[in-house]
């Protein structure tokens, strides 16, 4: 298992466009192989605060995912909504096994 966590900050005006567009990449993503989770979650009291939780199989599930077109078209769209630039934290898993 490789898990990747993007946390992500947008601009107050751009949060309903930004759900959209990741909610759409998310659907996308989650009928790859190779991943077994990708979820989006907004924090209860930062509204422009999110984080993608994405669940691979191997680091190499996670390098496709990123030549997929779905994230080539959910990137370009969000580029501009963030506040400030996004950045990612990965993962091995511990438990369960």
């Known amino acids: 298992m490789f898990i990747v966590q993007v946390y992500i900050k947008v601009k107050p005006d751009c ?4 759900k ?3 909610i759409e990449n998310a659907h996308d993503s989650i009928e790859e192989p190779g991943i077994d989770r990708f979820e989006l979650i ?3 009291t930062d ?3 999110f984080v993608l ?5 191997s680091i ?3 390098a ?4 997929t077109a ?3 078209n959910w990137q370009t769209a969000v580029d501009s909504m963030m506040a400030e630039p996004r950045y990612a934290v990965k993962y091995q898993r511990v438990f369960p096994t």
Not at 15 to 18: L, R
Not at 64 to 67: I, L
Request: a negative charge; hydrophobic letters at 25%.
């Open 42 to 44: 907004q924090s209860e």
């Open 53 to 57: 939780t994405e669940i691979y199989g």
């Open 20 to 22: 959209q567009a990741s």
């Open 47 to 49: 509204h422009t605060a």
């Open 64 to 67: 496709k995912h990123k030549e």
């Open 15 to 18: 949060i309903e466009a930004f």
């Open 60 to 62: 190499e599930d996670q």
């Open 70 to 72: 779905h994230f080539k």
